[in-house]
């Protein structure tokens, strides 16, 4: 078997919004093209943001 | 998809699903359209929002050559795949990131392991008992996909005046560990048991630590490839004592049966 570069060493703690910090303000369009402001669709709900590679591929 | 079957056990549980990609929204809403996605797909085209978060991914070249995957244009811009859970003050109180896109966790352990909310969708459970412990396992569903991570777990009742021993023990003791019975492409993670007591037996001379009582651990398990149907064969080696004598080292197994998906494409 071939020897495969090695995975760099992530520290996924330091990548992106930390635990404890207040999720920054997200404003997008979804499918139907209506711009979604994150926090305020939420309503004072809790949530779940799930970020994915791509829906094509 | 996999989101939208829990979708209902999500709101139950007063959580609000989002989705993000670099997708412009006509690929969303075909998406949405073909799975039936009723949750917001948020289109984050240029992968402004993705930077701006700090989640673009700068290592997709280098996890691409490991993972042996060929190098495109159109991976530059995505994020680090993973989940972040916010509280009702939009606070992160949970976050799950991997290096692989293809391995995620599914959406009843995000649910009921981040967020302490329960699903309702099937699950695989089995349970067996001996003279001395009952065993119970199960998984966040019944079936698998591959590359998705699975959580199996497992609850140990160890009967009122016996324990069992928990890691490290000298040579002589047999301590409680979980095996699963392999098969092709299967990786598992390693046990999450909780700390074992040290107890001091005078007759013995030692301390050892111990669990007594009921008890839970988990693991996660990843199938790499569809095998059609699976028992997944879970052994927990042990040996159960009291404070004046011990059993023989005993197992025992249960088999969680599984069903074989492939992979949604689109």
Known sequence: ?57 | MELQRSLPDYQRAGIVLFAVSYDPIEVLAAFAAKHGITYDLLADVGSHAIRALGLLNEHIAEQHAHYGVPMRDHVRGVPYPGSFALDQNGIVVGKWFEQSYRVRPTAVWLLEDGFGGESTLPRAVAEATTAEVRVSAWLSGRSYRPYQKLELNLEVDVPTGLHVYGQPVPDGYTPLTVAVESLDGLEVGPLELPAPRPVHFAELGETLPVHKGTFRGQLSVILLKNLGPVNLSVRVSYQACSDRSCYPPGEVTVALPLEGLDNVRD
């Open chain 1, 1 to 57: 078997m071939s020897t495969r570069p090695p995975l760099p060493v992530l520290d996924f703690a330091r990548i992106g919004p930390a635990i404890g910090s207040h999720f920054p303000d997200v404003s997008l369009p979804n499918q139907q093209g209506e711009i979604v402001d994150l926090h305020a669709a939420r309503d004072g709900q809790r949530a779940l943001i799930v970020f994915h590679r791509s829906a094509s591929w």
